[in-house]
């Protein structure tokens, strides 16, 4: 790289660092607050989680879904989860303003509470981490941005400690004490931050959203075309009273995140009642923790999964274990079944970076490696702050000092590539970009006359 690669990459990285640093702070903590949670939702929902009804009469699920139903009027059920002992078993229900609610059964399938789905601990700490609490896309935006500035920091922050060859530099002085330190953790932290920080890509609005739709585009990459069209259930399996000549459409939601649940129907005449279904999947060796989703129309089908990244406690499996089986809602035989070694690799990418990112990939390890990178880089932006502090005088504020001269191709290089690979630095950057060139040519202007 030529003498001005690193001018404009110390511009860069200390405005971009002050205009980010507050999301960066929000994201870290949000995201060390979302390490945890079940170790706190144990904690805090115990009756929830592993009470027991006052009543102990044993009744079926099919039953205990009707008493839902009565119990909680104007709510359907959507979905069932199976989880394994000593968890209660949970049901979803939700109405049609949009509210949503857990229902848990203990063994006797008997109702001991409900919650709120917003208003749980890991559904908090997941809009807060995602979306500042808003869920409105622009804030979207602006945190996948500040994760795109964020890996910027880390390319360019490692390029000039190597450059100024500050590591080498002995001095004891406060300013660069600091400094040294700023950038000794950002070295450490340069491969796991970036790790983490695309790991959390199957999240973010724009560049999330893209390659989710390519791997919905070309199955061989994702998850395989029956995950993106589920199959249908027979419809000449629907009682001859109640078949329509006109049979509706199913709906199939795809979705870049991991948390969404499309519409559903457990109103079907003709359709297997929760328990047969629930033996069907022992029979074909699904075993707990699972979920169920109820058709979404005449000619849709049980859905059956064993997910890694279901945000719900209890819940996840390891990835190798995901699987999604299809059953004809009306004869209650499996239609088709998907696999974790049916993945493309985007498909596997996202089935192993997602539980990486939120810490339960390898247990309680994966939690403590990103809690320690947390605090480190929390550690980083303070010494960062400090040495910029030392160096300024009092009363004074002010940035690096800009060289007029043109940017290096070197320097050029490496944020087109950032560009292309985080579109959405690459906007920012070119707006940066046009801003830069204006001061230049006003400068230059300035000067030669």
């Not at 400094?179 to 999330?208: M, R």
């Not at 605090?375 to 009092?394: D, N, T």
Request: proline share 4%; with cysteine; glycine share 6%.
């Amino acid at each position: 790289m030529s003498k001005n690669t690193f001018n404009p990459f110390r511009r860069l990285h200390f405005y971009a660092a002050w205009f980010i640093t507050p999301l960066l702070l929000t994201l870290t903590l949000s995201g060390i607050g979302f390490l945890f949670y079940p170790e706190v939702e144990n904690a805090i929902y115990d009756h929830e989680f592993f009470g027991q009804s006052d009543d102990k009469e044993m009744q079926s699920m099919d039953e205990a879904i009707e008493e839902i139903k009565e119990t909680y009027n104007g709510f359907s059920v959507s979905k069932i989860s199976m989880m394994e002992e000593p968890y209660n078993n949970r049901v979803t229900i939700s109405n049609d303003q949009g509210e949503s609610q857990y229902v848990f059964l203990d063994s006797n399938n008997q109702i001991v509470a409900s919650q709120d789905s917003k208003s749980t601990y890991s559904n908090f700490m997941r809009t807060f981490h995602s979306s500042l609490l808003t869920e409105h896309t622009f804030v979207r935006y602006l945190v996948e941005l500040t994760a795109c500035w964020a890996i910027f920091l880390i390319v360019s922050g490692t390029y000039m400690t190597f450059k100024k060859k500050l590591l080498q530099n002995r001095s004891r002085k406060n300013p660069l004490r600091f400094q040294k330190i700023h950038a000794l953790l950002g070295l450490t932290l340069a491969v796991p931050l970036i790790i983490i920080v695309v790991t959390g890509i199957p999240w973010s609005v724009f560049t999330g959203s893209k390659v989710s739709q390519f791997a919905a585009d070309h199955p061989d990459w994702g998850k395989t075309e029956l995950r993106y069209n589920p199959p249908q259930s027979d419809v000449d399996e629907i009682p001859w009273a109640t078949r329509s000549l006109d049979q509706p459409a199913s709906e199939h939601k795809g979705h870049a995140g991991h948390h969404s649940d499309s519409s559903s129907d457990d109103t079907i005449d003709g359709q297997k009642t929760i328990e047969e279904i629930i033996t069907a999947s022992g029979e074909n060796n699904i075993s707990r923790p699972f979920s169920i989703v109820f058709p979404s129309d005449e000619t849709g089908v049980f859905t059956v999964s064993k997910g890694s990244n279901t945000g719900v406690t209890g819940l996840d499996v390891n990835p190798d274990e995901e699987t999604t089986a299809y059953f004809d809602q009306y004869s209650g035989d499996m239609i088709a079944q998907i696999d974790f070694e049916d993945y493309g690799i985007i498909g596997k990418w996202f089935t192993w970076g997602i539980p990486l990112h939120e810490g339960h990939l390898f247990g309680m390890a994966n939690k403590i490696l990103n809690l320690l990178v947390c605090i480190a880089f929390l550690a980083a932006i303070a010494m960062g702050f400090m040495s910029w502090m030392k160096r300024m005088k009092p009363g004074e504020a002010k940035g690096p000092k800009r060289i007029n001269k043109p940017w290096s191709i070197g320097a050029v290089a490496t944020i087109l590539i950032l560009g292309i690979l985080m579109p959405l630095f690459g906007l920012s950057v070119l707006v940066i970009f046009i801003v830069e060139t204006i001061i230049y040519f006003t400068k230059k202007t300035k000067n030669a006359r």
